[in-house]
């Protein structure tokens, strides 16, 4: 195990650490840097436990799981899932309530927006949708396909559904409407400049990533948690040590205990050097 100073000067044990993984521990060409992959080694020899937890389904995050050598289960759908890749097993999942959907699918309709559901690693758009070129970008190794009717052509209850925008000056006005629209009945995060999602209520990385630590009997104040954007919130506050990433939100530093250097400069991989191995 691992232990050192926190920015309050107190002594901490660290035993899990937890990582976002888009613009966190990937940039935009989704390649983890080999300084990254190194260090990650060297604090999993030393005990640690490593685990991503991302929006990601389970496929994509046990694909970047294992480039990474990793062995905890992954947190995907941003808590609402984690999943046992090398098992193949789902330990825990939420979806959404089956009878919003259709109201899901009405606003949708009714406001033009540009909406997909998630199940199972998989995503399903409408059949004739509008989605900017930054959609098939950020999709580019998840498994997708069009409905012909994309309520009840659906092949079970879906984890998540996320609305993309066509400008990021949309995304207030957006998570705005969705919260107006269902109440709180479903979780509202925007996740991505250009993404807001929906999620079951409750959820989010902050509750994903308290199931994880419970799932290992490690008190929060032994778990470190590293990210960069709003959706990353709710676990840099939950987890012991908070460490927001330098390309972060305003948001998610507000939220961080340290400032990392940038995704482009392995600030992950100086986390861990700073706070598990002690050499930063």
């Known amino acids: 195990m691992a232990g050192e100073a926190t920015p309050q000067g107190k002594k901490t044990l660290i035993r899990l650490v937890a990582f976002d993984l888009d613009q966190t521990l990937i940039g935009d060409d989704l390649i983890i840097s080999e300084h990254t992959r190194q260090v990650i080694d060297a604090a999993q020899v030393r005990g640690v436990i490593v685990a991503l937890v991302t929006g990601r389904g389970p496929k994509v995050s046990a694909h970047f799981a294992r480039q990474l050598g990793l062995v905890a289960p992954v947190v995907c759908y941003q808590g609402g899932m984690v999943y046992d890749f090398i098992c193949d097993m789902v330990l825990f999942e939420l979806r959404l309530p089956v009878e919003l959907l259709p109201s899901i699918v009405s606003a949708m309709q009714d406001r033009d927006w540009n909406l997909h559901f998630e199940e199972a690693g998989h995503i399903y758009l409408p059949r004739i949708s509008h ?124 939220a961080a205990d340290w400032i990392a250097p940038s995704v482009a400069e392995d600030g992950a991989a100086v986390a861990l050097e700073k706070y598990i191995l002690g050499s930063w």
């Open 131 to 254: 989605h900017p070129p930054i959609f098939y970008e950020l999709i580019r190794v998840t498994e997708w396909s069009r409905l012909d009717d994309l309520l009840h052509d659906l092949p079970a209850v879906p984890h998540k559904f996320i609305v993309t925008l066509n400008h990021p000056q949309d995304r207030a006005r957006v998570v705005a409407e969705m919260e107006a629209v269902f109440a709180g009945r479903i979780n509202v995060i925007p996740s991505h400049p250009y993404l807001v999602e929906g999620l079951p209520a409750g959820v989010d990385k902050g509750c994903g990533l308290a199931w994880l630590a419970n799932y290992y009997h490690i008190p929060a104040d032994q778990v470190l948690a590293v990210g960069d954007n709003d959706n990353d919130v709710p676990m840099l506050q939950w987890a012991g040590l908070g460490v927001a990433v330098g390309n972060a939100s305003p948001m998610a530093r507000a």
